[in-house]
């Protein structure tokens, strides 16, 4: 995944587009989520994935008119299952809510079904996305599972050996002795680039396991080795997972990204191992 963006195709993204000023569903637009997992092996020829998780999004530009014309602003908070057909393009997903900035609705409920009708649509969802209406100044949220983010050890400063750039290859993380542990790691050094416009998105990753013990100093740079990978939120995510889940077979994985918003949303996937005895 490596290399030059994945072209044309992906809607308004890397375009100069004006913003609409009447309520307009078409701006929405959908990327398959096959576009990142076939090249990770994942769910190739209908075959199951080996997660489960959702999609976070926090979107603090939301705003949109009282039957009186009275304006009103709150930040949405939209959880997408990780199962759906496709993802929605960011770029077009803020350009949609500011479609909706001088339309009135008669309540908050009927608000968020306007926007949940919309999004199941374009998601190829068999059911809307949950969302929630925070006030103007909430600062975001992850997915549950993720938990009290200070429980996490920071591996920032663990020692690594001299990282080369341009790689020819991602570096995978290593094990250590076999010692089987639990423990949860973060890293705040993730870099990937946006697949239309080559732009840097920055985010921190969280890890909790349950398995043979990870080499820290390996992670980081397994880490650091995706600075020039070409991919969305979602699929850098499912990458660091697929990395792990291969290299260290562990018994219990969650892995969560948490990116620095840009357009006024941020997009937080959290990726759990899936129970191999739960129905796909």
Not at 33 to 52: C, E, K, S, Y
Not at 163 to 177: C, I, K, R
Not at 228 to 252: C, D, M, N, Y
């Amino acid at each position: 995944m490596h290399g030059g963006g994945l072209g044309g195709g992906l809607g308004v993204l890397g375009e100069k587009v004006g913003t609409p000023d009447a309520y307009d569903p078409s701006q929405l637009f959908p990327v398959p989520r096959a576009r990142g997992r076939t090249p990770l092996g994942l769910a190739v020829g209908g075959a199951a994935l080996p997660f489960q998780g959702e999609d976070v999004w926090n979107c603090y530009e939301l705003s949109w008119l009282q039957p009186s014309g009275v304006p009103r602003r709150k930040v949405l908070e939209c959880r997408v299952d990780c199962t759906t057909p496709n993802l929605v393009e960011s770029k077009s997903f803020k350009l949609y809510l500011n479609s909706l900035n001088f339309t009135a609705f008669a309540s908050e409920a009927e608000l968020l079904d306007t926007i949940g009708r919309d999004l199941q649509g374009v998601l190829g969802a068999s059911a809307p996305p949950t969302l929630v209406l925070h006030p103007h100044d909430y600062q975001g949220s992850l997915s549950s599972g993720a938990g009290e983010l200070a429980s996490y050890a920071c591996i920032d400063d663990e020692p690594v050996e001299g990282v080369e750039y341009p790689l020819e290859e991602v570096h995978v993380p290593v094990l250590t002795d076999g010692e089987v542990v639990t423990e949860r790691l973060c890293c705040h050094q993730l870099r990937t680039l946006c697949p239309v416009t080559s732009q840097p998105d920055w985010g921190s990753v969280f890890i909790a396991y349950t398995g043979p013990k990870l080499q820290r100093g390996s992670l980081l740079r397994h880490i650091a080795s995706l600075r020039r990978e070409v991919g969305f939120h979602e699929a850098a995510v499912e990458r660091i997972f697929q990395s792990l889940l291969t290299e260290a077979r562990p018994t219990e994985l969650m892995v969560t990204g948490q990116f620095l918003r840009r357009g006024g949303v941020d997009i937080n996937p959290t990726r759990t191992l899936r129970d191999p005895t739960a129905s796909s």
